[in-house]
């Protein structure tokens, strides 16, 4: 008798609570350094004496971010349906770039879809 009760409002709240994709709210353009994020969350390390340290990183698949100019930090993130430009970025770990993509905020990450990176 509980189990028939309580089934259907597991249910509804299994719906209601349920993640939703999330939409890109804009384009965006930043510059700053592409940082390998454990070293950087873990240790604050960046900058030229860190570089070999975020290209190995970066190269062995662990999350990569972008420091801009103005201290912001953002998580780079893969377009599966064109993973080049994403590609490009970990191959500039360490150093100053310019990266477009589409900008994604949820719960409190905000990530950016990379389109396209350019070294400066």
Not at 18 to 40: F, K, R, W
Request: some cysteine; overall charge neutral; charged content about 25%.
């Amino acid at each position: 008798m509980r189990l028939s009760f309580f089934a259907p409002i597991a249910l509804a709240l299994g719906l209601l609570f349920h993640a939703s994709p999330t939409l890109a709210q804009e384009d965006i353009t930043v510059s700053g350094e592409v940082l390998d994020m454990t070293c950087y969350l873990h240790k604050g390390s960046k900058g030229r004496r860190h570089r070999a340290c975020a290209e190995m990183c970066a190269e062995k698949g662990l999350p990569i971010g972008i420091l801009t100019d103005d201290e912001e930090v953002y998580l780079l993130i893969e377009d599966h349906d064109g993973p080049e430009p994403y590609a490009a970025a970990v191959k500039l770990a360490g150093k100053k770039v310019s990266i477009r993509g589409k900008k994604y905020t949820k719960g409190n990450v905000t990530g950016i879809m990379v389109l396209e990176a350019t070294a400066k």
